[in-house]
């Protein structure tokens, strides 16, 4: 359960490279990015280095990322946001367009 509700507070989740940035805590309807507010500082997955990881963030910017990651996030796939099961840091399946808030860069 804790991991659930840990993916649900941090859908940290993007598909770009973990160096490109200032990441962001935003909105999404139907998988395509709405708004975003401030800086994101926290925990979230990104792809890193070829892998999903689940890495710290400062200001909107990456300072730590662990083993590859296991588990749902949401991540861009296709041109828009979902909901995408993971296993040792690769993506396996995922779902429909993602609505809610997530981070994005």
Not at 25 to 52: H, M, N, W
Not at 74 to 88: A, E, M, P, T, W
Request: aromatic share 12%; net charge positive.
């Amino acid at each position: 359960m804790k991991s659930h509700y840990l993916c649900a507070i941090v859908l940290g989740l993007v598909s770009t490279a973990a160096a490109a940035g200032n990441y962001k805590s935003c909105q999404f309807s139907a998988g395509i990015k709405t708004y975003c507010s401030a800086p994101f500082s926290g925990e979230a997955v990104i792809l890193d280095q070829g892998r999903y990881k689940r890495c710290r963030f400062s200001s909107g910017m990456k300072s730590f990322c662990g083993a590859p990651f296991s588990g749902e996030a949401v991540v861009l796939d296709q041109g828009r946001y979902k909901r995408c099961r993971f296993s040792s840091g690769m993506k396996s399946f995922c779902s429909a367009a993602f609505s809610g808030e997530a981070i994005a860069d």
